[in-house]
C-alpha cells in the first residue's frame, strides 16, 4: 500500500523559509510522478510543483525562483525549499504520487498524504 506522509510544516513570518518532507512508502518511487499541492481556506486546490521521475520539473509562476522541489531516491523522501515566503503562501501543504507522467489535475492524483500546514504572518 502506497503511502505518503509529509512534515517540516509550521509557522514562520514573512521572508522565512521552511523545508517540507514527504517520506514515501509501498512502491518504487522513482517511477512515479511526485508533486506538491496547497489548498488555503476557502480556495481550491492549487499545483504548486511537479516532478517527473527523469527530474524535470514544473513550478506554479506565483512561487518560481522562491522554492525547490527535490528528491533523495535512497530516502524516499521528496522535499520541498521554500523561501522568502509571503503571507499568500499560508496553506494547507500536499505531497501527491501518480504512476508515470504527472497529470494536468489534481483530481488525477491517485495517492496523497494527509498534509501540513504552513502560516506565513505579516
Known amino acids: 500500500q502506497v503511502q505518503l506522509v509529509e512534515s517540516g510544516g509550521g509557522s514562520v513570518q514573512a521572508g522565512g523559509s521552511l523545508r517540507l518532507s514527504c517520506v514515501v512508502s509501498?512502491?518504487?518511487?522513482?517511477?512515479?510522478?511526485m508533486a506538491w499541492f496547497r489548498q488555503a481556506p476557502g480556495k481550491e486546490r492549487e499545483g504548486v510543483v511537479s516532478?517527473?521521475?527523469?527530474?524535470?520539473?514544473s513550478y506554479v509562476d506565483s512561487v518560481k525562483g522562491r522554492f525547490t522541489i527535490s528528491k533523495d531516491n535512497a530516502k524516499n523522501t521528496l522535499y520541498l525549499q521554500m523561501s522568502s515566503l509571503k503571507p499568500e503562501d499560508t496553506a494547507m501543504y500536499y505531497c501527491?504520487?501518480?504512476?508515470?507522467?504527472?497529470?494536468?489535475?489534481?483530481?488525477?492524483?491517485?495517492?496523497w498524504g494527509q498534509g501540513t500546514q504552513v502560516t506565513v504572518s505579516s
Open positions: 516532478i517527473e521521475s527523469d527530474g524535470s520539473t
Open positions: 509501498g512502491y518504487t518511487y522513482i517511477n512515479y510522478c
Open positions: 501527491a504520487a501518480e504512476v508515470g507522467y504527472c497529470p494536468p489535475t489534481s483530481y488525477e492524483y491517485n495517492y
